[in-house]
Nanobody
Framework: QVQLVESGGGLVQAGGSLRLSCAAS????????MGWWRQAPGQQRELVAA???????SYAASVKGRFTISRDNAKNTVYLQMNSLKPEDTAVYYC????????WGQGTQVTVSS
């Protein structure tokens, strides 16, 4: 079992930055992929950034060049650094981890004002 706890969301003006954190606990040694997703009201949940073993990362086109995913293995924590935020980045952001199955965090709200 893996437990995920996100933090770092909040309200920020357009052009600003936020850093989200996702702390993993439980059987973390078996995690081989982690991701950050977001879901805006009335929209489907979408993957915005992913990390896999070997420090391989990938990004949605809408955030490439603005968001950076990274993992601190010692802290079992994955981060999402979000720069140049836009109002359309407003959503609930969820962390995921893959370890035999997909685990989810509880989500954290990010609101970007214009």
């Amino acid at each position: 079992q893996v437990q995920l706890v996100e933090s770092g969301g909040g309200l920020v003006q357009a052009g600003g930055s936020l850093r989200l954190s996702c702390a993993a606990s439980g059987t973390t040694f078996s995690i081989h992929a982690m991701g950050w997703w977001r879901q805006a009201p009335g929209q489907q949940r979408e993957l915005v950034a992913a990390w896999t073993t070997g420090d391989i990362t990938s990004y949605a086109a809408s955030v490439k060049g603005r968001f950076t995913i990274s993992r601190d293995n010692a802290k079992n924590t994955v981060y999402l650094q979000m720069n140049s935020l836009k109002p359309e980045d407003t959503a609930v952001y969820y962390c995921s981890a893959t370890s035999g199955r997909l685990y989810w965090g509880q989500g954290t709200q990010v609101t970007v004002s214009s």
